[in-house]
C-alpha cells in the first residue's frame, strides 16, 4: 500500500493507523499547492480533489476521504479491532464519530489554515468554533472512558487526535476541555503515533509529543 500525505495533516491518521496494524506500507510526502509528490508524480491525477489523504491499495485501487481510507485500513486486519465489525451498531457508532471529527472538528480549524492570519474577531471567533467541537469531546469522554469510542483504541482515535494536535501548532489552549487534553496525550504516547511523527519529522526520536 501507498499513502500519499503532508507532514502533520489529517493524513497523519491513516499513517498512524498503518503503523498501528504494522504492515508494510510506503509513503509519499505530497505538495499539494504544486500537485507534486516526492516521487515525482502528479498527485491531481491520483487524489482529483488535490488534498490528502489518498492510499493506493496492493490492488492498485485509490481510495481518498480520512472516513474512508481509516474503515478500509482497519477492515484489512480485523483481529486488531481498529473497528467494530460492519453491521454493527458499534459500527455506526464509530461512523457517526468519524463524521463528527471530519465534518466539524477537522473544519473547525480551517480559518487557521486560510493562508490570512487571523486577527482580533476572526480569531475570536475561530477560537470559539473550534471549543464549540472540543466541548464535544470532552462530553465524550466525560463517563471517564480512555477513548471515544470506550476503552479501545479505534481509527477514530487516531484521526480525533491528529486533528487535536494541530491546537498547540495554532495556538490554541485546550485547558478548557482536561479530559481532551490528557486524551490527546495518550494517543500521542502510543508507540504508532510517535513513530508518524517522527517520519513526518514532527518530533524527534526519543521525544514524546
Ligand atoms: N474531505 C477530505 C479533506 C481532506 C483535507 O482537508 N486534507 C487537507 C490536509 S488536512 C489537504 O490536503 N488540503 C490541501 C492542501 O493543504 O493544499 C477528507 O476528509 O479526507
Redesign the pocket.
Known amino acids: 500500500m501507498k499513502l500519499y500525505y503532508?507532514t502533520g495533516?489529517?493524513?497523519m491518521a491513516s499513517h498512524i493507523i498503518l503503523n498501528e496494524l504494522g504492515i508494510q506500507f510506503e509513503l509519499d510526502k505530497t505538495d499539494?499547492?504544486a500537485g507534486k509528490t516526492e516521487a515525482g508524480e502528479d498527485f491531481r491525477k491520483i487524489s482529483p480533489?488535490?488534498?490528502?489523504?489518498a492510499l493506493v491499495t496492493d490492488e492498485g485501487e485509490i481510495i481518498?476521504?480520512?472516513?474512508a481510507?481509516l474503515q478500509y485500513l482497519a477492515d484489512q486486519s480485523p483481529d486488531a479491532g481498529l473497528a467494530p465489525l460492519n453491521g454493527t451498531l458499534g459500527r455506526t457508532r464509530l461512523q457517526e464519530t468519524l463524521n463528527f471529527v471530519?465534518s466539524e472538528l477537522?473544519k473547525s480549524f480551517g480559518p487557521f489554515?486560510s493562508g490570512t492570519e487571523l486577527e482580533g474577531d476572526a480569531r475570536q471567533k475561530a477560537e470559539a468554533g473550534v471549543g464549540r467541537r472540543a466541548a464535544h469531546i470532552e462530553r465524550s469522554l466525560a463517563d471517564g472512558r480512555t477513548f471515544l469510542l470506550g476503552d479501545t483504541f479505534t481509527v477514530a482515535d487516531a484521526y480525533a487526535f491528529v486533528v487535536l494536535n494541530w491546537a498547540g501548532f495554532v495556538g490554541v489552549s485546550l485547558d478548557a476541555w482536561p479530559k481532551t487534553r490528557a486524551y490527546v496525550s495518550r494517543v500521542a504516547a502510543r508507540p504508532a503515533s510517535i513513530k508518524a511523527m517522527v517520519a513526518e519529522g514532527l518530533i524527534e526520536q526519543g521525544q514524546v509529543a
Open positions: 503532508k495533516a489529517c493524513s499539494t499547492e480533489n488535490g488534498y490528502v489523504p481518498t476521504e480520512n472516513s481510507v471530519s477537522h489554515f
